[in-house]
């Protein structure tokens, strides 16, 4: 099986963290060790991919952020994992001037300027201990096997608000995509492939296009400095063939990133504080009433990491809500007969030894108790993975109890699908139990992005009315608005196949009163297979289909010698491997989608990417400040 993104850009981090030589495989030799110090965009690329444990594996004491007050470590060696900014430099040079460790290895997580590496030159020239400089070209954070976004900081400069401001400067738009370009470079470093490109006319994910096939193309002609040659070529992911890469831009589809949704992860990163692989949970600290007059007890966060090593979170992140309850149950109960295995083996050795009985027993049950305490450790590590899901997954539950996120999603589901409705949308936004004002603005704007014809000036003003009333802010709909009547004349909506969802009778497991779940009320609504635009467009472009959403696609080739646009080969081969970017950021409905769609296709591999991941909230506020311009 070829190395997924997640495995080589952790290889990549390794070997840095080993000073960029191979790490070793004899782990008795004792590491040599060192401190790590680097900015918010390096510690963004670290932890979703390295706990603290396996940094101390490889000689890591101590890790620092570059900005925070350091104190001199004269006999260790530091590594350093930084952006070439500015003050990043300038803090490097005072460091080196006030001599903090015994010698630098200085990695750039993105190439570094010549100007600025000359910045450098006289300050390590004077101290005289900069072992090595390296640009890594690994700006950009894998979260999944096959998934990546650009970035966490700083990520307001390349958002969707900011790429369609209408107020937007031609400079500052080439800023943005040079920003969004810099990270799909070191993606595709870091992947060792170089891509056969495809995209849409006519906005920014074309111009991400132009711009990325000329950065390609300008590496592979200077063959002496080319990063796609050598070694990382041939073992690469795709070393028999290149990979598709599919670049798609936000406006194809906003109803998705609004969309209320019903598998694990998705709902995790809607309803909960989740990101970087990392769940936030507000603990409730018990019913005991504080005095009166007393200030409210601060309620502690505890954070979760939902990691590959997880099976439960592996098996599951995809599988709609119902069904996780219900694992998470089947998986309490086993843990519950394993612990009182384990009591009463215990319990059993107790026993007297003059008992006849107790003897033979005894024999027996030393090699069950033998197996039990080996798997001690084990079971406790399975006790502290069901505690996490079950409190993940009760304060998911919380949030679908009490803001009916069922009816939302059924709901919505037959908007996207135009599936006949059960009940009218004004029912549901006027409900004062159902939802939040955002909810209800989510609701709203998924009716008015999916319908054919827009409500007529009466129907809209009645809306806006019991949206008003429900405590909705109006400002997304006025850029909706404006972006409807735009898309309108630029080409046809997206359409969302035949999904829909089957209500499946009650819970069994879970409705039992044993159960750690009470799901009253709930709809156990099962999901069917249905490709989203972004889905349907990467199997357009991958089995080479004729569609007119695709026809008209772009294509470059950095690797013909020729410049401009490349025409489509006349052997129309199938890819096996795809990667689709979305310019404007994306969500976990659409990476969801597409690890749906891929199981279905064998032997085919897709990665997804976005230039953010943004929750329907954060995404809300973005249309928000848009329609308040």
């Known amino acids: 099986m070829a190395a997924s993104i997640r495995e080589k850009q952790t290889a990549a981090l390794k070997r840095m963290l080993n000073f960029n030589a191979p790490p070793l495989k004899n782990t008795a030799a004792e590491p040599v060790w060192k401190v790590l110090i680097y900015d918010r965009f390096g510690q963004d690329i670290i932890s979703p991919l390295l706990s603290v444990k396996e940094l101390r594996d490889m000689g890591i004491t101590l890790h620092l952020l570059l900005h925070s007050d350091r104190d001199p470590i004269p006999d260790v060696p530091a590594i350093y994992f930084v952006m070439p900014t500015e003050e990043n430099i300038d803090r490097i040079c005072q460091d080196l001037r006030n001599q903090l460790y015994e010698s630098y290895y200085l990695n750039f997580i993105s190439a570094i300027s010549r100007s600025k590496l000359e ?24 979260l999944e096997d096959d998934m990546f976004v650009l970035c966490n900081q700083n990520k307001e400069q390349i ?8 107020d937007i400067m031609d400079t500052d738009m080439e800023a943005i995509m040079d920003t969004i370009v810099d990270s799909l470079f070191c993606f595709f470093v870091t992947l060792g492939a170089v891509p056969i490109i495809r995209c849409p006319r006519g906005n920014a ?9 000329k950065k390609l193309r300008e590496n592979l002609r200077d063959a002496r400095n080319s990063l796609f040659t050598g070694d990382t070529m041939g073992t690469g992911q795709f070393s028999f063939q290149r990979p598709l890469f599919v670049l798609a831009d936000r406006n194809l589809d906003l109803a998705t990133p609004l969309h209320h949704t019903w598998t694990y992860q998705a709902l995790i990163h809607d309803v909960l504080d989740f990101h970087l692989n990392r769940v936030s949970l507000e603990e409730s600290t018990g019913s005991e009433v504080s005095p009166a007059g007393a200030r409210p007890k601060k309620k502690n966060k505890k954070s979760y990491d939902l990691t590959a090593a997880d099976r439960f979170w592996q098996k599951h992140k995809g599988s709609p809500f119902p069904e996780v309850a219900e694992s998470v149950q089947e998986e309490l109960d086993t843990y519950r ?15 007297e030894a003059e008992d006849d009985g107790a003897i033979s027993m005894l024999s027996d049950n030393t090699a069950k108790l033998t197996s039990a305490v080996s798997s001690l450790p084990e079971l406790l590590e399975k006790k502290r993975l069901i505690d996490l899901h079950t409190n993940v997954a009760t304060a998911v539950l919380d949030h679908i109890k009490s803001r009916k996120l069922d009816v939302y999603f059924e709901y919505e589901e037959k908007l996207m699908s135009k599936s006949t409705l059960d009940k009218s949308l004004l029912d549901i936004i006027s409900d004062p139990d159902a939802g939040t004002p955002e909810d209800k603005m989510r609701l709203f704007l998924i009716y008015y992005i999916t319908s054919q014809q827009p409500p007529s000036e009466g129907d809209l003003e009645q809306y806006k009315k019991a949206l008003t ?25 997206a359409s969302y196949g035949n999904s829909g969802v089957k209500p499946m009778g009650l819970f069994s497991r879970v409705m039992n ?21 972004v889905t349907r467009i990467l199997d357009n ?39 689709v970017f ?7 409905i659409e990476y969801q989608n597409l690890v749906d769609y891929t199981r279905a296709k064998q032997g085919k591999k897709v990665m997804y990417g976005c230039s953010e991941l943004f929750s329907a909230a954060q995404f809300l506020k973005q249309l928000s400040q848009l329609g308040q311009k």
Not at 339 to 349: A, G, P, Q, T
Not at 473 to 485: E, F, H, R, T, V
């Open 513 to 533: 009163t044993g159960s750690q779940f009470v799901m009253e009320g709930v709809k156990n609504l099962v999901l069917k297979q249905h490709n989203l635009p």
């Open 582 to 588: 979305v310019v404007g950021g994306g969500n976990y």
């Open 159 to 166: 958002s969707y608000h900011a790429i369609n401001k209408p």
């Open 541 to 579: 472009l991958m089995d080479m289909k004729s569609n007119p959403e695709t026809d008209d696609y772009r294509y470059f080739d950095p690797k013909m010698l020729r410049g401009s646009e490349s025409s489509i080969p006349r052997n129309k081969n199938p890819f096996q491997e795809a990667i």
């Open 469 to 493: 009333d429900a405590g909705c802010d109006l400002s997304p709909l006025n850029y909706i608005k404006q972006w409807k009547a735009f898309t309108k004349m630029a080409a046809a909506p």
């Open 205 to 213: 994910a074309e111009m991400v296009a132009v711009k990325l096939d």
């Open 337 to 351: 007969a394993q612990e009182d295995e384990v009591k009463h083996l215990k319990s059993i050795m107790g026993l």
């Open 119 to 142: 910045d450098i030159a006289s300050a390590a020239l004077a101290a005289n201990a900069v072992n090595q400089v390296f640009d890594q070209y690994l700006n950009f954070i894998t």
